[in-house]
């Protein structure tokens, strides 16, 4: 058994589990947070996609000890002060989801790629960085559009920073 403490979506959790636990088991089972879904279990769908000390990460490949004295935000700790982040909200604004399935990993990992490349993408670049997630609706043409629109809106100010 492993003894763990972090601290998720802004809040320190502690919790003992079995070594083999995944992080996305701990975060769903121990904290009760199911907005990170679990698709594939083989990192090939996205779904799972949670940010470990600021960096996209598919936590379906990773042990809940790996992330021990890590902060984790989930997609239920994008949203601040009950207004929507600003890339949750472009998808909104853009009909970025069709089933919502795929849409937390998809936010997660657009959220660490507009800050990774301070605001500044093209629609190659998403679509190539977009390549470990999958949606199965084929709804990439309005998730692309979206993920364009917040780079657009949060540009290299502090938003992107501050992610």
Known sequence: ????????????????CEDRTLLV???R???????????????QCGACVVHVDGKAVKSCTML?????????????GLASGGELH????????????????????MIMTAVDMIRR?????????VRSELDGNICRCTGYHNIVKAI???AEEMGSGSKVAAE
């Open 1 to 16: 058994m492993a003894e763990i403490t972090m601290t998720v979506n802004g809040r320190t959790v502690s919790g003992t």
């Open 25 to 27: 088991q701990f975060i």
């Open 29 to 43: 089972e121990n904290q009760g947070l199911t907005g990170t879904h679990v698709g594939c279990d083989t990192s």
């Open 64 to 76: 809940a000890a790996q992330a021990n004295g890590s902060e984790v935000t989930t997609i239920e």
């Open 86 to 105: 600003p890339v949750q909200a472009a998808f909104r604004e853009h009909h970025g989801l069709q089933c919502g399935f795929c849409t937390p990993g």
């Open 117 to 125: 490349h301070d605001g500044k993408l093209d629609e190659h670049t």
């Open 148 to 150: 364009l629109a917040a």
